[in-house]
């Protein structure tokens, strides 16, 4: 017998996209680029919220980890998660999802 889990990752903060927004990279800031930065983080909390909403109504639950809202169903399998979050509206650069496999042993 075999059971799965679907994971997906939401990263509240995408490194990746903040380029010349983050403040670790810049050397000189002023008020105009935090703020920058707080939009950008408003914005991408406002999307990681919505997708946990909408992953709510499949019965997933979730987790923080670092900078990231961890999603996990054993009900939902992985393409039916991701396929649901696109009709949803959500681009899948804006998470990944995971499936892992648990064998279980049993008595024949």
């Given at each position: ?70 999603a996990e169903s054993t009900k939902v399998e992985a393409q039916a998660a991701k396929i649901y979050l696109l009709q949803e509206g959500f681009h899948d650069s804006e998470f990944q999802v995971y499936l ?9």
């Open positions: 017998m075999v059971e799965y889990i679907t994971r997906i990752t939401m990263k509240v903060i995408n490194r990746e996209e903040l380029d010349t927004n983050n403040l670790k990279k810049v050397g000189e800031i002023d008020a105009d680029c935090v703020r920058s930065f707080g939009r950008h983080l408003a914005e991408r909390s406002e999307r990681v919220a919505a997708m946990m909403e909408s992953l709510a109504e499949k019965g997933f639950t979730f987790t923080a980890k670092q900078d990231s809202v961890i892992e496999y648990t064998r279980k042993w049993g008595m024949l």
